[in-house]
């Protein structure tokens, strides 16, 4: 019906984001209603979202004409906003933003080497920088639920966490079954979207590589590579982030720090 | 270091301070605890009387003033050999998932000794629980609780055990058990303790010397009859 309307593919594909946006919006209201004060967060969200992506679009356009180390550049940018973005979701632990950055720069950003070092992910810039703004967001979103869990671990076992250093345990001891939970926590959902791969979804990848054209076996196997990749990632960079953060929770005199 | 009375103290804390966000919490605490004395902390509630006890094994940071345990600074021992030769039962026990015995032979373990059965069953006996070794701390009532917490911090033989109301989370009767538990391991003598409590009955019953604190000050200490029997400034 759209298709009818709007002839011109630019002017239709920002029709198309208008009509799912005010789906999403409905969501907005939906939270309202139940009074989980995040619809503010939803709405300022989707806008961010929408201008953001549409002005990363405009940006490739110019960028993917540039030699390798603008990637490089890109997603080394890409990976401080992800670290703010996941610190924000760490609810006053120490550090948040450092441990971030460098946790998703040694997870991600030395497995996205590897990977083009062994020729897995191509250099070709329309290809280097989604795939490992995809590998980043992941990992970014990976380190909020566990930095999310972790914190409420703490709130929640305070008083054994306590009870063990008060035992001549080393906080590594007295932290790691509530830093194991929020690893567990923090991969549950990465290890269910490869489970499921294929079967609930088709996922992002191979949904624009059948968009355009590709053989569908060959865009399946390229699909696994993206989310073998971000489960690898992912899971890398929560466990250098809990193991930072675990250690970031103690003081030299080996006290915990949230009180 | 020998004081006036010719006994050498086993922990002194001088001046100690501790102050969050601008808020004194202990303010210029100074006493002495000899070996196998039993000193009681009373207070009203909020007067400072935890603050000063988990700055006792350093799980706080004192903004000020220090502790020697047998002369020495508490802030060049290790704060873990630190904590095993200062215990802490707290208030609730915080048992660890597991059995009886694995939370009993936590503590040693840490310092890379591994208790003997026997060695568990002796520790369970002393404080009441022959043969729950095996049992999972998920099944024991409240009062078995804290017995189990007492033989994981005695497990570490410490000098001291600093007790942060071991009673007051429990009911009446377990109260009165655990009461005379402490009764039997204090009059070993083979540790000092530091008993922090709000039951004046209590701290008359277990406890030598006593200190009053009102709002972060230690403000009156001396024998327990005398000091309690000058009448409690605090309901």
């Known amino acids: ?259 | 270091m020998v004081d006036t009375e010719g006994c050498v103290p086993l922990l002194r804390a001088v001046e100690l301070s501790r102050v969050v966000d601008g808020k004194a919490l202990v303010q210029g605490a100074t006493f002495t605890l000899y070996p196998r004395e039993v000193l009681a902390v009373v207070g009203p509630s909020g007067s400072g009387k935890t603050s000063l006890l988990r700055l006792l094994n350093r799980l706080d940071e004192p903004t000020s003033g220090t502790v020697y345990l047998n002369g020495v600074d508490y802030r060049t021992i290790s704060p873990r050999e630190l904590r095993r030769r200062v215990g802490l039962v707290m208030q609730v026990p915080y048992l660890f998932p597991g059995t009886v015995a694995d939370n009993v032979r936590f503590g040693p373990r840490q310092a890379g000794i591994i208790l003997s059965d026997k060695a568990v069953e002796a520790l369970l006996a002393r404080v009441g629980l022959p043969g729950y070794g095996d049992r999972d701390v998920t099944h024991l009532s409240g009062g078995e609780a804290q017995r189990v917490a007492l033989a994981r911090a005695l497990a570490n033989r410490p000098q001291v055990l600093l007790l942060d109301e071991p009673t007051s989370a429990l009911d009446e009767e377990a109260k009165a058990g655990i009461e005379a538990l402490l009764q039997d391991l204090l009059a070993s003598g083979e540790f000092a303790a530091v008993l922090v409590t709000h039951d004046l009955a209590q701290a008359a019953r277990l406890a030598q010397r006593v200190l009053v604190m009102e709002a972060g000050r230690i403000v009156r200490s001396g024998p327990v009859k005398e000091v309690l029997r000058a009448g409690s400034a605090f309901p």
């Open chain 1, 1 to 259: 019906m759209l298709v009818r309307l709007f002839p011109d593919p630019l002017m239709l594909a920002a029709v198309q984001a208008g009509v799912t946006g005010v789906c999403a919006l409905i969501v907005a209201y939906l939270a309202w209603r139940w009074e989980l004060r995040v619809e503010r967060e939803i709405v300022v969200a989707l806008g961010r979202g929408l201008v953001q992506v549409v002005l990363v679009g405009a940006v490739l356009l110019f960028i993917f004409q540039g030699p390798f180390a603008v990637g490089v550049l890109v997603l080394g940018l890409m990976i401080g906003v992800a670290g703010h973005m996941a610190a924000r979701r760490a609810q006053g632990l120490p550090d948040a933003f450092r441990v971030s950055v460098y946790s998703i720069l040694l997870g991600s950003g030395l497995l996205i080497g590897v990977m083009v070092g062994l020729g897995v992910i191509e250099t070709r810039l329309p290809v280097f920088i989604p795939v490992g703004s995809m590998l980043v967001a992941n990992s970014m979103t990976t380190v909020s639920l566990a930095f999310n869990r972790l914190r409420g671990e703490v709130d929640a076992h305070r008083g054994h966490i306590e009870a063990a250093l008060a035992l001549g345990a080393s906080p590594h001891v007295a932290i790691m079954p509530y830093v194991r939970a929020a690893l567990l926590a923090s991969l549950i959902p990465r290890v269910d979207s490869l489970r499921s791969l294929g079967i609930v979804w088709i996922p992002g990848v191979m949904t624009g590589m059948l968009l355009g054209g590709s053989h569908p076996v060959q865009a399946a196997f390229y699909q696994f590579v993206i989310v073998a990749l971000i489960l690898t990632g992912s899971a890398l960079t929560a466990m250098t982030a809990l193991l930072f953060m675990g250690r970031r929770l103690f003081t030299r005199a080996e006290q915990l720090r949230l009180r």
